[in-house]
């Protein structure tokens, strides 16, 4: 697995202005961290805020819609995104699954369109906890890449893959350093099956309550090549603490 930890900020619908001092901050000390990639992604209405804001981490959107423009009130496409400066976006989010009802093929065009338009996209997957009481969290997983993983020519070097489990988001539930591993293994294998070798280098970020006390074990699991942060990333103490983690181990 190749490339820098990566840390990334989910703001979801969290954000005004006002919180581009904390933006600003989480920048500054990202500069003191080359070792670790760092990235956020606030909601759409503070992309171009954001983008004036920094200079060192990446900033990218939180859905996009899989055509370029249209007739879709209220959606947001990847080149508009790519237009007003990210870097990437997220698909696939549990949250954007659960309640916008998206499904695998949904979300497979929205990265195919992220990547078409010279965006990286993160691609979350995650089973819920009914699935993983049943036995069935790397079935569900599985089957989640199988249905959303874009289909591109070549190694898919900008795409990151997030295994977010739905009960650990916002709960302060984690699973297991043995469960988060043999996931993360698994996710390794069906990238492989699906992209070949390249599938090797994909990154795999884990999510889900991931904080500054949990954030150094959850890091050190094999394979896990970074986080996306939702709560914690809402404030550039809390985040940063993150980042500290990710850096100290990079240095070790
Ligand atoms: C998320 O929603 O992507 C997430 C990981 O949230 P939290 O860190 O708050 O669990």
């Given at each position: 697995?190749?490339?820098?930890?990566?840390?990334?900020?989910?703001?979801?619908?969290?954000?005004?202005?006002?919180m581009?001092?904390?933006?600003?901050?989480?920048?500054?000390?990202?500069?003191?961290?080359?070792?670790?990639q760092?990235?956020?992604?606030?909601?759409?209405?503070?992309?171009?805020?954001?983008?004036?804001?920094?200079?060192?981490?990446?900033?990218?959107?939180?859905?996009?819609?899989?055509?370029?423009?249209?007739?879709?009130?209220?959606?947001?496409?990847?080149?508009?995104?790519k237009?007003?400066?990210a870097?990437?976006?997220?698909?696939?989010?549990?949250?954007?699954?659960?309640?916008?009802?998206?499904?695998?093929?949904?979300?497979r065009?929205?990265?195919?369109?992220?990547?078409?338009?010279?965006?990286?996209?993160?691609?979350?997957?995650?089973e819920?906890?009914?699935?993983?009481?049943?036995?069935?969290a790397?079935?569900?997983?599985?089957g989640q890449?199988?249905?959303?993983c874009?289909?591109?020519?070549?190694?898919?070097e900008?795409?990151?893959v997030?295994?977010?489990?739905?009960?650990?988001?916002?709960?302060?539930?984690?699973?297991?350093?043995?469960?988060?591993?043999?996931?993360?293994?698994?996710?390794?294998?069906?990238?492989?099956?699906?992209?070949?070798?390249?599938?090797?280098?994909?990154?795999?970020?884990?999510g889900?309550?991931?904080?500054?006390?949990?954030?150094?074990?959850?890091?050190?699991i094999?394979?896990?090549?970074?986080?996306?942060?939702?709560?914690?990333?809402?404030?550039?103490?809390?985040?940063?603490?993150?980042?500290?983690a990710?850096?100290?181990?990079?240095?070790?």
């Open positions: 697995m190749a490339g820098l930890p990566y840390i990334v900020g989910n703001w979801k619908m969290n954000g005004t202005r006002a581009l001092s904390e933006v600003r901050a989480i920048d500054r000390s990202a500069a003191r961290f080359p070792k670790v760092v990235a956020v992604a606030p909601p759409a209405t503070l992309l171009y805020r954001v983008r004036d804001a920094v200079e060192v981490i990446g900033i990218g959107g939180q859905d996009c819609h899989a055509k370029d423009s249209g007739a879709f009130t209220g959606d947001i496409s990847a080149p508009m995104l237009d007003a400066g870097d990437f976006t997220i698909v696939g989010h549990s949250e954007r699954r659960t309640l916008h009802g998206e499904s695998d093929a949904d979300v065009s929205k990265a195919e369109a992220a990547l078409a338009a010279g965006l990286a996209a993160i691609l979350c997957v995650g819920t906890e009914a699935e993983r009481d049943a036995g069935r790397e079935e569900v997983v599985g890449l199988e249905g959303s874009p289909r591109i020519d070549g190694a898919p900008k795409l990151s997030a295994y977010e489990p739905v009960w650990a988001i916002g709960t302060g539930r984690v699973p297991s350093v043995e469960d988060v591993a043999a996931m993360h293994k698994s996710i390794r294998d069906k990238l492989v099956a699906i992209y070949g070798a390249g599938g090797a280098d994909v990154r795999i970020l884990y889900g309550s991931v904080k500054a006390d949990n954030a150094a074990e959850l890091l050190s094999p394979d896990v090549g970074g986080a996306l942060v939702g709560g914690a990333s809402l404030t550039a103490e809390s985040f940063l603490a993150i980042v500290g990710a850096a100290s181990l990079a240095d070790d």
